[in-house]
């Protein structure tokens, strides 16, 4: 792939984010959960340039992001489970699964070939401003090679994706730190991604109850799950002692060497989960052991990415 420049964007200059969008060109942006890896998603050539940049499959389908209800509804077949949910959620971490309409402009990379579009409405203010200017749809996965750790700092993104886009807005550190909850509602309602919009939530909302799909957060059988998120170092879950030679990711009151959250605050750890990651990398950590983390409510959407990140990698099977 051809190198290019990837200048850093402050958030007072999104205009040139925008034009960057507008010839095709990828940039990533902040939003309230990780960063995004954004391009027109009416553009072939450019959505392509995001599976290019990532090294991700291309049959994986790209969530897109708009600051309008209206033109969410132009590209989909809304329902009243889909307006429900939005009243709730939106702008907010919820990604809705919905069929895609007939007259839909998104580029056919986008749903990788599928008849359905992932659609959210971010409410971090610089999604906000820059999606709002731009005026339409911004394919977005997050902003990290395909497999690697997401972002929730720009220095994150420009740590692998530096030389393969045009440009990072900066946009201070992610609050929510995990990304969106998925729903699919093309059929009975599923959770397809655990997020920090939980089941309960969701389910309240609807009034009615709503399916996980199994794999996900199956922390019990990481064998089961691709490998996603992943460290540089090997990770061991549900530590409940240290071995020797092991950085020691704690939860609550113990000792370790870094700490999700000393008060055993779930929020606070899914804040801080990913940033942790990266750190204990970039200091050369060998085996991540990681303390257990309460699997209800958001303990579910951690432990689903943490269940990814120890699962068997790609090269341990040569
Ligand atoms: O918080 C987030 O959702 C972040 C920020 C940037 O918005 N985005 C994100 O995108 O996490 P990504 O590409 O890393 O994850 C998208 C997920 C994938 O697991 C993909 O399989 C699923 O959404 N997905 C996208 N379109 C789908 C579709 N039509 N049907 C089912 N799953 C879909
Ligand atoms: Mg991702």
Known sequence: MKPTQTRRITSEH???AVSIWRDGGLVAFPTETVYGLGADATND???????????????????VHFA????????????????????????????????????????????AGLPSLAVRMPAHPVARALLRDFGGGIAAPSANRSGQISPTRSDHVLATLDGRIEAVVEGGACDEGLESTIIGLTDTPTILRPGTITRAQIEQVLGQPVAIREEAGAISAPGQLASHYAPNARMRLNATDWHDGETRLGFGDVDCD????????????AASLFAHLHDLDAKGAKVIAVSPIPDKGLGRAINDRLGRAAAPRPDDQV
Not at 45 to 63: Q, W
Not at 258 to 269: Q, R
């Open 14 to 16: 999104t205009a040139d």
């Open 45 to 63: 050539h450019a959505v392509a340039r995001i599976y290019e940049a990532k090294g991700r499959p291309s049959f994986n389908p790209l969530i």
């Open 258 to 269: 870094l700490n999700l959250s000393s008060t055993g605050d779930l929020t606070e750890a």
């Open 68 to 111: 309008e209800l209206d033109d969410v509804k132009a590209q989909v077949i809304w329902s009243d489970q889909a307006e429900v949910l939005s009243k709730a959620f939106w702008p907010g971490p919820l990604t809705m699964v919905l069929p895609l309409a007939d007259g839909s402009k998104m580029s056919k990379l986008v749903s």
